[in-house]
């Protein structure tokens, strides 16, 4: 057991070395930026290698923070995330100890926005940890913005992406108020029901009084998503169709061809009145 544990200092200590040593290089790395839409999920790059001809330990220590505060951690199994990210934050165990300490985060949202910077945690002087700067990532989320345009009567299905939306509203296009349409805590209303396992509502039988945008947002009243909706009338009848109303039926056909056959025999009449 002391074999093992001054085997790990031994390596501890080169790691510190090795990153120590080359932080210069990796400060002078541009930092990644990465853009996203709300609810989608994205991957914060980063990596790093062990001391050449050395093994990782099976308890690498990393750590994501953002300007204000610690958001990930992990050292071997184990594994903390702050309150605002919970369930959605990871860096696999496996992926780790082979170099890959990239930071996913699911079902991103507006509030996901902002500075990351991740460390690798070593034993330094006197066994002091310390915090060694890997990478730093620039992540930019923004909302979903859509058109859409509906006849009277059709329904307009509109996109929540996310849990975390939590009510829709609504501006008339002459108005300048915003009325609530759903809440999530209030459930279905008579015209505007939730999909029972998809983040989708639907209105149903729009008119032209439902025109207007339709904002999602989330708990923090931020928006999730911007809607312009329009209700135009229904497309008049083709000119083909109507000039199929003109078309003579059975009935006026039937009378046309009798009229035909008549008219010679009219010609004849007066031809032999003629010769009397």
């Known amino acids: 057991m002391m074999r093992s544990a001054l085997c790990s200092r031994a390596w501890a200590a080169l790691l510190y070395s090795a990153l120590i040593g080359c932080s210069a290089d990796a400060s002078a790395l ?15 790059p980063c990596s790093w290698k062990p001391p050449l001809g050395e093994v990782a330990p099976p308890d690498c220590h990393i750590v994501w ?15 903390w995330e702050a309150d605002e990210f919970q369930g959605r934050l990871e860096v696999p165990e ?7 300490c990239s930071l996913i985060i699911r079902d991103v949202q507006i509030a996901d926005t902002g500075s990351y910077e ?9 066994s002091k940890k310390t915090r060694v700067s890997l990478q730093t990532v620039k992540l930019s989320v923004y909302d979903h913005k859509t058109y859409q345009s509906h006849h009277p009567g059709e329904d307009f299905v ?29 459930g279905n209303s008579e015209r505007v029901v939730k999909h029972p396992l998809l983040q989708q509502l639907t209105m149903r039988k729009v ?6 945008v339709y904002k999602v947002l989330d708990e923090n009243g931020l928006a999730v998503s911007t809607v312009q909706l329009t209700v135009e009338e229904n497309p008049a009848p083709s000119r083909q169709f109507r000039t199929q109303e003109n078309i003579p039926t059975d009935v ?16 004849c009449s007066l031809q032999i009145v003629r010769l009397v």
């Open 252 to 267: 006026a056909a039937s009378s046309s061809g009798s009229a035909l056959l008549i008219l010679p025999l009219l010609v």
């Open 158 to 186: 509109l996109q929540l992406y996310t849990q975390h939306s939590m009510s829709v509203v609504f501006q008339g296009r002459d108005s300048s108020v915003w009325t609530d349409v759903w809440l999530r805590e209030e």
């Open 118 to 126: 991740s460390f690798m945690v070593v034993n330094g002087a006197r």
């Open 207 to 212: 008119q032209h009084t439902d025109e207007g």
């Open 94 to 100: 496996e992926r780790l100890r082979s170099g890959n």
């Open 30 to 44: 541009p930092s990644a930026s990465i853009v996203s839409t709300v609810g989608n999920q994205v991957v914060l």
């Open 65 to 79: 923070s953002t300007l204000v505060d610690t958001v990930f951690e992990r050292r071997g199994v184990v594994r």
